[in-house]
């Protein structure tokens, strides 16, 4: 599966410049997202988290029932979110380039010694697609699991009760980056330019989450089109969500609202699935 690389660039929000745990070192001894309930036949009734990647307008988010808004680690924005919406914090991403990174252990100290406690972040969103740097990808960086696992664990020193979230790619490395991270992100694209869907992929990742234990996880879901990926139509749209309630997943983050010419906003129909998903209501 060739995945989201392109997921790092958009989450660069506008306020952000861009696009575990304490103690023990494991994420379970931070504060952890909660459970939504189960809905009758499988899959939930609602969502804990959902998260639209670029899109740093809280009230356009509220209008489609995005309760995480994609902004920098800057006070000023996430203070100003309305009622109803939190921040998940992009802190940088990690540079397949220099196995580092992008934001120094020292320049993450001094954003989030300004937001510790601060009611209206959620969670830090701290690497996007960094299981690329493995030797095994096609990188040079054979300690980058190690590397995410410290940065979890700083933030989880520096912002206690936050979440930290990654996006890993390529289903080969959950195990790897499994608690590396108190979530997971993972973003399996069906739908190809000039191809039907292809329906194999979302359970095969599925399967390949429980196989790897990962404890929580969101699905990035697909509606864009670049390159060799295509917008899906809503009812593709509705079938991968589908698919996804039949798993343990607790959020979803939507990829992208608006990168690189792939403006969600011309989509209405994909608008409409994604809204009755955020608000708990059935697929029509």
């Given at each position: 599966m060739l995945a989201a690389t392109f997921a790092a660039a958009g989450c660069q929000g506008a306020a952000a410049g861009h696009g575990p745990g304490s103690g023990s070192g494991s994420p379970a001894d931070a504060a952890s997202?909660?459970?939504?309930?189960?809905?009758?036949?499988?899959?939930?009734?609602?969502?804990?988290?959902?998260?639209?990647?670029?899109?740093?307008?809280?009230?356009?988010?509220?209008?489609?029932?995005?309760?995480?808004?994609?902004?920098?680690?800057?006070?000023s924005s996430i203070d100003a979110l309305p009622a109803?919406?939190?921040?998940?914090?992009w802190i940088g991403?990690?540079?397949?380039?220099?196995?580092?990174?992008?934001?120094?252990?020292?320049?993450?100290?001094?954003?989030?010694?300004?937001?510790?406690?601060?009611?209206?972040?959620?969670?830090?969103?701290?690497?996007?697609?960094?299981?690329?740097?493995?030797?095994?990808?096609?990188?040079?960086?054979?300690?980058?699991?190690?590397?995410?696992?410290a940065r979890s664990r700083l933030v989880?020193?520096?912002?206690?009760?936050?979440?930290?979230?990654?996006?890993?790619?390529?289903?080969g490395n959950y195990a790897a980056f499994a608690h590396a991270t108190d979530v997971m992100g993972a973003d399996p694209y069906p739908c190809l330019r000039g191809r039907r869907c292809n329906w194999a992929l979302i359970p095969a990742d599925i399967a390949a989450l429980n196989a790897a234990h990962v404890p929580r996880y969101w699905a990035v879901l697909q509606a864009f089109g670049y390159r060799q990926w295509r917008f899906p139509t809503p009812a593709e749209l509705a079938r991968m969500i589908s698919q996804w309630q039949r798993s343990r997943w607790q959020g979803e983050q939507t990829f992208t609202w608006d990168w690189r010419g792939s403006s969600l906003a011309q989509h209405p129909g994909l608008l409409a699935v994604l809204r009755n998903l955020n608000r708990g209501k059935p697929q029509s």
């Open positions: 997202p909660a459970a939504p309930s189960p809905a009758p036949g499988g899959g939930q009734a609602s969502l804990a988290y959902r998260y639209m990647t670029d899109l740093h307008n809280a009230a356009q988010a509220a209008r489609y029932g995005y309760n995480l808004v994609d902004l920098g680690p800057y006070r109803g919406e939190r921040a998940l914090v991403n990690y540079s397949h380039a220099t196995c580092s990174f992008t934001m120094t252990d020292a320049s993450v100290r001094g954003a989030l010694s300004r937001l510790a406690g601060n009611p209206k972040v959620a969670g830090y969103y701290i690497a996007d697609d960094a299981d690329y740097a493995l030797p095994a990808d096609g990188g040079h960086c054979p300690d980058v699991a190690a590397q995410v696992t989880h020193q520096l912002a206690p009760g936050t979440f930290t979230y990654e996006v890993v790619s390529e289903p």
